[in-house]
């Protein structure tokens, strides 16, 4: 998973990028909010650590823009000094997914960081075949249908086709998208992320007229979004839709 630690502490953002590190995950450090929002112009991330106690934006104020925006749907774990039952409240009432009162235990916030990202995995499809409008794919076999009609991809044009799909509305960056399909291949030119999106486009017939269509980001990558209404599956089936965002900021 590819992570934000954001805190003006150096040293407690340092431990907190080594546990993340260490458990797997890629890890960018900030120390502002500030630095936060403008990064989320640029990056995607599966997890924010952050701080409520930094000059300017204080850990709220940045919790609540980003609840408001098109990453309202990012896992964010506080991790403060403020211990108070009243703050706690705060911030959960703000959007925390969790908070943890520092010092921080190693032990304690590794089990909390993968029981968030463990509880947004769950709320991807997880069935061998999803259903998405007229689009069905059997991840088994990794093979797409388009109105019922099987459609050539390569593993790699599945994967991202996929994960489009799954993030429906979310603005994702180049860097998460290469490294999410790609894995450690993340320093791939961009070229071959800008040839794959454009076949799976064109192979998927992403546009208005079929109800999704696959749209650059500018300066900063690709967003799946719904076009029109269209036809859903029974309910018995399973059929993941995601509520639109507001597009990325500039």
């Known amino acids: 998973m590819r992570c934000a630690v954001v805190d003006d502490d150096r040293a407690q953002a340092e431990l907190v990028r080594s546990l993340l590190e260490g458990a797997g995950h890629s890890c960018d450090m900030m120390t502002s909010g500030r630095a936060l929002i403008s990064r989320l112009r640029h990056e995607t991330y599966d997890l924010v650590v952050l701080d409520w106690c930094m ?3 204080d850990g709220v104020e940045v919790l ?13 774990l506080m991790l403060t000094s403020r211990a108070d039952d009243g703050d706690v409240v705060t ?13 921080l235990v190693p032990e304690v916030f590794r089990a909390r960081v993968e029981a968030i990202l463990r509880r947004a995995a769950m709320q991807r499809p997880s069935a061998p075949v999803v259903r998405f409008g007229p689009y069905s794919f059997d991840r088994a076999n990794e093979t797409v ?8 991809l390569t593993a790699k044009e599945f994967a991202l086709a996929l994960t489009f799909f799954e993030n429906l509305a979310r603005p994702l960056a180049r860097s998460w998208l290469l490294e999410t399909v790609w ?9 071959t992320l800008d040839a794959h999106v454009s076949k799976v486009r064109a192979k998927l017939h992403l546009r208005a007229e079929t109800g999704y269509r696959l749209l650059p980001v500018y300066s900063y990558g690709y967003r799946l979004e ?3 209404a269209v036809e859903e599956a029974p309910a018995a089936q399973t059929t993941h839709d995601r509520k639109e965002a507001p597009p990325a900021p500039a």
């Open 183 to 191: 894995g450690t291949a993340a320093d791939l030119e961009s070229r």
């Open 64 to 76: 609540r823009m980003l609840r408001q925006g098109p990453y309202a749907g990012t896992p964010v």
């Open 226 to 228: 719904r076009a029109v």
């Open 91 to 103: 911030g959960l009432e703000a959007g925390a997914d969790d908070y943890i009162v520092k010092p």
């Open 145 to 152: 249908r388009f109105d019922g009609k099987e459609v050539k």
């Open 55 to 57: 000059p300017g934006l």
